[in-house]
């Protein structure tokens, strides 16, 4: 539903943000509608910026986090530690824990429904005012929604159940026994649904703008001086930043978010011309997993698709290969460690990184399969060795029999998607089609893709190994056959 007060919003936005002191907005930016192209608001800019310009400066007083918000001090015994053994800032798995004190994802949880629903009373509220009330993230699609996906990986990574036993057990019951700190005097409260919902708002708005806080006066590492690191290990907080979040972002980018000891500033990488707008970067993240925490795609990120193949596939597969006894099978399988099996494989390009600009150079190849992938084939295929040396007799067969499961296994995995590239393509050309039909076939066109690039890979070195195994002896297949 549109807004009619979007665009007074963004200037009452801009006006709050010059207030803080130390906050600086170039003159030469502005905040842009970009809903016509299913951006929602945007920074361009409005005449030609130089390299090294520096474009706002966010005070970190502006920042909303444990910090700066009054919740924390109002309800001390809930904020007594920042909570970093929980430091991934993910929700707990499966919700249970009911005490101690909240995680960081919680924690800015609770913080940003504490600041809704003060209303006018937050000295946030026009920032507030601009964050979206309605979102593209997979959280909010429906079952039939989902189902367009088809056999993506990323399906499976969404959490709903899990955030719901997350809000339920730790963000509900601080609510309910606080009501006279999160409610102003004569207000109403909020029915636990009406909560919940308000809840998956404000955790959609956290996944998709807030920012893991660092510091960039802290000692460098030299290793990674050359490399663009996104969500920093044992960030020591989270939090809502201001203006940073109006930026949309890409995997070639243009501006960058520089962390400082009082503020936080937003860098022109390269010259940017008027009218382009301002890019930040949220890191190599394929499709899938740019739909699932920001809800949208872009053709550029389609080099960082991944997708990823179960050990069980692999296992039916190498099953079926071999030809094995149940017994012989059954002994060499439950000699695995299962603390040291890994249940899936991502599969991956190896998509290069961007440059000191923001760009990238040449094109993402796909040029490895799953390196954890081979060890844990060749683990199983070494125990079957132990029971029947016949089998496997030396390296080479042992890399043929490798080789030729993983192909068949990623063919099979391939075919678990319904629709072909091609039926995609014609799809994508039809007038009936929706924003999320259309973004859904992209995640699954790249992972389609992905997979027959990995396909076409197993299958030429596995012609190599073969070629290799003829010039020494029968190949494996034929011997089988003869067995």
């Known amino acids: 539903m549109a807004d009619p007060g979007f665009d007074s919003k963004s200037v009452s936005f801009l006006d709050w943000f010059k207030a803080w002191p130390g906050a600086t907005f170039h003159p030469n930016i502005e905040i842009r509608d970009l809903r016509a192209k299913g951006a929602g608001r945007g920074i361009v800019a409005a005449s030609n910026i130089p390299e090294d310009t520096v474009l706002f400066t966010i005070p970190r007083a502006a920042i909303i986090n444990t910090q700066t918000s009054d919740l924390p001090r109002r309800i001390p015994e809930v904020f007594e530690t920042t909570g970093l053994e929980d430091a991934d800032n993910e929700a707990d798995e499966d919700g249970s824990e009911t005490s101690g004190p909240p995680d960081n994802w919680s924690s800015l949880i609770l913080i940003m429904i504490y600041e809704y629903l003060q209303g006018s009373n937050s000295r946030w509220r026009p920032y507030l005012d601009v964050l979206p009330d309605q979102f593209e993230t997979l959280m909010w699609w429906s079952d039939q929604q989902?189902?367009?996906?088809?056999?993506?990986?990323?399906?499976?990574?969404?959490?709903?159940?899990?955030?719901?036993?997350?809000?339920?057990?730790?963000?509900?019951?601080?609510?309910?026994?606080?009501?006279?700190?999160?409610?102003?005097?004569?207000?109403?409260?909020?029915?636990?649904?009406?909560?919940?919902?308000?809840?998956?708002?404000?955790?959609?708005?956290?996944?998709?703008?807030?920012?893991?806080?660092?510091?960039?006066d802290e000692e460098a590492d030299p290793e990674n001086d050359d490399e663009w690191v996104e969500d920093k290990e044992g960030a020591l907080m989270m939090g809502m930043v201001p203006m940073a979040d109006i930026l949309n972002a890409d995997a070639e980018f243009n501006a960058h978010v520089n962390h400082g000891e009082d503020s936080l500033t937003v860098t022109a990488l390269r010259p940017i011309p008027a009218g382009e707008e301002i890019l930040n970067y949220y890191g190599p993240l394929g499709n899938g997993e740019l739909l699932r925490r920001y809800g949208y795609v872009t053709d550029r990120h389609a080099r960082h698709d991944v997708t990823e193949i179960s050990w069980d596939l692999i296992l039916s597969v190498l099953k079926e290969k071999l030809i094995l006894d149940e017994e012989t099978?059954?002994?060499?399988?439950?000699?695995?460690?299962?603390?040291?099996?890994?249940?899936?494989?991502?599969?991956?390009?190896?998509?290069?990184?961007?440059?000191?600009?923001?760009?990238?150079?040449?094109?993402?190849?796909?040029?490895?399969?799953?390196?954890?992938?081979?060890?844990?084939?060749?683990?199983?295929?070494?125990?079957?060795?132990?029971?029947?040396?016949?089998?496997?007799?030396?390296?080479?067969?042992?890399?043929?029999?490798?080789?030729?499961?993983?192909?068949?296994?990623l063919e099979l995995r391939l075919a678990q998607y319904p629709t072909n590239q091609m039926t995609d393509l014609a799809l994508l050309s039809g007038d009936n089609i929706s924003d999320r039909q259309k973004k859904a076939i992209a995640v699954r066109w790249g992972e389609k893709g992905l997979l027959q690039e990995a396909v076409d890979f197993a299958q030429e070195k596995l012609l190599k190994v073969q070629s290799k195994a003829g010039q020494e002896s029968e190949p494996y297949a034929k011997r089988q056959r003869t067995r």
């Open 146 to 216: 989902l189902a367009e996906l088809q056999a993506s990986s990323i399906v499976s990574k969404i959490g709903k159940d899990e955030a719901d036993d997350m809000f339920r057990a730790k963000v509900l019951p601080v609510i309910a026994e606080h009501a006279d700190v999160f409610y102003p005097e004569g207000s109403a409260k909020l029915s636990d649904d009406q909560l919940m919902t308000l809840a998956h708002r404000m955790g959609s708005t956290i996944m998709a703008y807030a920012f893991d806080l660092e510091n960039d």
């Open 329 to 409: 099978w059954g002994k060499a399988v439950n000699e695995l460690d299962l603390e040291e099996i890994e249940d899936a494989f991502v599969i991956e390009r190896d998509s290069g990184e961007p440059n000191a600009q923001g760009e990238f150079v040449g094109e993402a190849a796909f040029k490895e399969l799953p390196s954890d992938l081979i060890e844990q084939i060749h683990t199983l295929l070494k125990e079957i060795r132990k029971l029947s040396p016949a089998t496997i007799p030396d390296k080479t067969i042992r890399d043929e029999i490798t080789l030729s499961a993983v192909h068949r296994a």
